[in-house]
């Protein structure tokens, strides 16, 4: 049974400051997934609370944050500097607080691609893999593949989760992407936005299953 979501506050810097932290941790968690959110919303967001609880029933642990930008309540996104420390301290606390978990991190389209360009270029030992909720490959409208040139300096093994009409990452486009890595794996999931909406249907608890499946695999 899942226990009570608890607050946290992580360093980050001098100059930055900290954020607000969410864990969430089932007594029967084996591995923990450090969860960052999307650019428009933080880390409260239907989404990601809705995800974290599906995780936590399947005993798969989460840690949510707020980016600094979203702490102070700002619109705009941090740059890239200051929103991959954020990831790295992250994942820092996260590994010296609850050790004994076996250690994933990603988010939600951009929180997922902060994680990805702070491991491909410095990945830390305790790392396990990365999982993206929607890798935002492009802009919509502006089909391309130079936001995903990082993923090939990552050494650890990476799990797509990505909408069939997902518009900031066109689904043919993110195959050749994953093709290329040999070290990731692409679920799809036909009809879903990049929100993960599919008309009138919940896939929320199949996209924690999955990734939920795919984490505990690690685990040796």
Same mark, same amino acid.
């Given at each position: 049974?899942?226990?009570?979501?608890?607050?946290?506050?992580?360093?980050?810097?001098?100059?930055?400051?900290?954020?607000?932290?969410?864990?969430?941790?089932?007594?029967?968690?084996?591995?923990?997934?450090?969860?960052?959110?999307?650019?428009?919303?933080?880390?409260?967001?239907?989404?990601?609370?809705?995800?974290?609880?599906?995780?936590?029933?399947?005993?798969?642990?989460?840690?949510?944050?707020?980016?600094?930008?979203?702490?102070?309540?700002?619109?705009?996104?941090?740059?890239?500097?200051?929103?991959?420390?954020?990831?790295?301290?992250?994942?820092?606390?996260?590994? &010296? %607080?609850?050790? *004994?978990? @076996?250690?994933? #991190?990603?988010?939600? +389209? $951009?929180? /997922?691609?902060?994680? =990805?360009?702070? !491991?491909?270029?410095?990945?830390?030992?305790?790392?396990?893999?990365?999982?993206?909720?929607?890798?935002?490959?492009?802009?919509?409208?502006?089909?391309?593949?130079?936001?995903?040139?990082?993923?090939?300096?990552?050494?650890?093994?990476?799990?797509?989760?990505?909408?069939?009409?997902?518009?900031?990452?066109?689904?043919?486009?993110? &195959? %050749?992407?994953? *093709?290329? @890595?040999?070290? #990731?794996?692409?679920? +799809? $999931?036909? /009809?879903?936005?990049? =929100?993960?909406? !599919?008309?009138?249907?919940?896939?929320?608890?199949?996209?924690?299953?999955?990734?939920?499946?795919?984490?505990?695999?690690?685990?040796?």
């Amino acid at each position: 049974m899942a226990q009570t979501v608890k607050p946290l506050t992580i360093e980050i810097s001098e100059r930055t400051g900290s954020v607000s932290a969410l864990a969430l941790v089932p007594n029967n968690a084996s591995v923990m997934l450090v969860l960052a959110h999307g650019a428009g919303a933080g880390m409260t967001h239907a989404f990601m609370e809705t995800i974290a609880m599906e995780l936590s029933n399947l005993g798969v642990a989460t840690l949510r944050y707020n980016f600094p930008y979203m702490e102070k309540g700002s619109k705009r996104p941090d740059p890239p500097a200051v929103a991959e420390k954020t990831v790295a301290m992250v994942m820092e606390f996260a590994h &010296k %607080k609850y050790p *004994k978990l @076996l250690l994933f #991190a990603g988010g939600k +389209s $951009f929180g /997922g691609r902060m994680t =990805s360009q702070r !491991v491909s270029k410095e990945c830390p030992a305790f790392l396990s893999g990365l999982v993206f909720f929607g890798f935002p490959l492009h802009a919509i409208g502006q089909p391309g593949m130079e936001r995903a040139a990082h993923l090939s300096d990552v050494q650890i093994p990476m799990l797509f989760l990505q909408g069939t009409k997902d518009k900031l990452a066109e689904i043919e486009l993110i &195959k %050749k992407v994953t *093709k290329k @890595l040999k070290i #990731a794996t692409l679920e +799809s $999931f036909e /009809g879903a936005d990049h =929100s993960f909406k !599919v008309s009138k249907q919940n896939i929320l608890p199949e996209l924690a299953n999955t990734a939920a499946d795919w984490m505990k695999e690690k685990v040796s």
